[in-house]
């Protein structure tokens, strides 16, 4: 995943993932004094979330990147429940049987190879224990960066794509998740929205995603002008006349035989 500066990070992608991780969380209903493995656990906001939402027994957390475990291990409220360790997805540095669910939370469409890092998943959590995963709709645009992306793209900036869009679709979770031998699979659509001042506020956030990042700096003023006009009436206005932009994740779960 990649890692921007942890106030970046949270005004651009840091409300948004906490959003959708919060209907997720509920959605998943699962008991306290669990096991968790948090898989691609970028700079640990879901793995904090499980501690604060889901009494945990332990919290195990796994990403690549060691800037962002670094960052991870400075959230306060995880201490002494989240442990967290550089790792790849698709080959969990993990004993067999050693997890009641493992979640991987905004990631899957990062693995290079989506069914490796399902297997493992599996490998370590026991029998009867839950795998999940929810995920950016990138495919049919639910990502909040998927507005201002398309906007670029119309204008000849195409923005990055993660490796594995295609797998953010439903109807393709389903099959991975089927494939894996996994049982009891259900799904969940999750909408969520988020309120902004004007179109001013949604530029100086929207303009923060990594993906756009990249684009930002060769734009001319002129060009921002005209991505700041198309932008504007694609977002819905509230009754309190707020800009409103919605955003779509694919959440699904299935038991471990």
Known sequence: MLFNDGDAYEKSMGTWSRLVGDVFIKWLTAENELDWLDVGCGNGAFSELIVRSCSPKTVHAIDPSTEQIDFARTRPAVAGVAKFEVGDAMALPLDNNSFDIAVMALVIFFVPK????????????RSGGTVASYTWDTINQGSPSSLIGRQLSEMGFTPESPPNPQVSEMTALGKLWSSGGLIDVESQIINV??????????????????NIQKIIPVLTETQIDELKARLEPQLSIGSNGQLIQTATANAIKGSVT
């Open 114 to 125: 989506p069914r490796k890092g399902l297997a493992e998943m599996i490998r370590v959590v």
């Open 193 to 210: 929205e988020r309120q902004f001042r004007d179109i001013e506020e949604y530029w100086k956030i929207a303009s923060l995603f990594p």
